[in-house]
């Protein structure tokens, strides 16, 4: 059974950081591609970040970019989202989920002309973590 879990959400001031985990099981990390959505109160859920399958590549919206990263640890069956920099306009529901399709690419689910990252590609989700910025 496909499971995600994320967590390590917080509360943290305004130009900390963070570190979310999503914790996999049911595939392996690098079988499908793994993207961190987010969702403010009264807000559509956006995407945020996405990394690939096929070859680790990595895209994110532009309102996080330069300040989030994120990364996989497949031997801990882990990805992550390292929050820098957080802003107030960064607090939400952080949600990780996956596409269900081996080997595929982030690619498939960014635009550039929007530079955004599209959920509708993801086939299994988890529960969300909180993440609060005070200012």
């Known amino acids: 059974e496909v499971q995600l879990q994320a967590s390590g959400g917080g509360l943290v001031q305004t130009g900390g950081s963070l570190r979310l985990s999503c914790a996999v099981s049911?595939?392996?990390?690098?079988?499908?591609?793994i993207g961190w959505f987010r969702q403010a109160p009264g807000n559509k859920r956006e995407g945020v970040s996405c990394?690939?399958?096929?070859?680790?590549?990595?895209y994110y919206a532009d309102s996080v970019k330069g300040r989030f990263t994120i990364s996989r640890d497949n031997a801990k069956n882990t990805v992550y989202l390292q929050m820098n920099s957080l802003k107030p306009e960064d607090a939400a529901v952080y949600y990780c989920?996956?596409?269900?399709?081996?080997?595929?690419?982030?690619?498939?689910?960014?635009?550039?002309?929007?530079?955004?990252?599209?959920?509708?590609?993801?086939?299994?989700w988890g529960k969300g973590t909180q993440v609060t910025v005070s200012s």
């Open positions: 989920a996956a596409d269900g399709v081996l080997g595929s690419h982030c690619g498939a689910y960014y635009s550039g002309s929007y530079h955004s990252i599209d959920e509708g590609g993801m086939d299994y």
């Open positions: 049911g595939f392996t990390s690098d079988d499908y591609v």
């Open positions: 990394i690939s399958s096929s070859d680790g590549s990595t």
